[in-house]
């Protein structure tokens, strides 16, 4: 079989990086790169999850605010009374 050559363009920074990370694993940029693909169309997905993270200022879902309903929501004066009315079925 052929081998095919691939450019890619990275960082230098990340490309350092995972060169180490690579090498305390025993591979090349090559060899972890091939195991990606071959994984990647063994599996037929990416084999990891790839997500937003929360923080990312994603304009789709915008970040969770604690507390941004804070006097926009009041409980009722009978909150309890589902829960009495299951202690009184109880007894």
Do not use: C
């Amino acid at each position: 079989m052929a081998n095919a050559v691939i450019n890619i363009r990275m960082d230098e920074n990340i490309k350092r990086d995972a060169e180490a990370l690579f090498g305390e694993l025993g591979l090349n940029m090559s060899t972890a790169v091939n195991i990606f693909i071959r994984q990647t169309i063994r599996q037929r997905k990416i084999p990891f999850e790839i997500s937003i993270a929360p923080d990312s200022g994603d304009p789709v879902r915008p970040p969770f605010q604690s507390g941004h309903m804070k006097g926009k929501v009041r409980m009722g004066d009978d909150f309890n009374a589902p829960l009495d009315d299951f202690k009184e079925y109880m007894k």
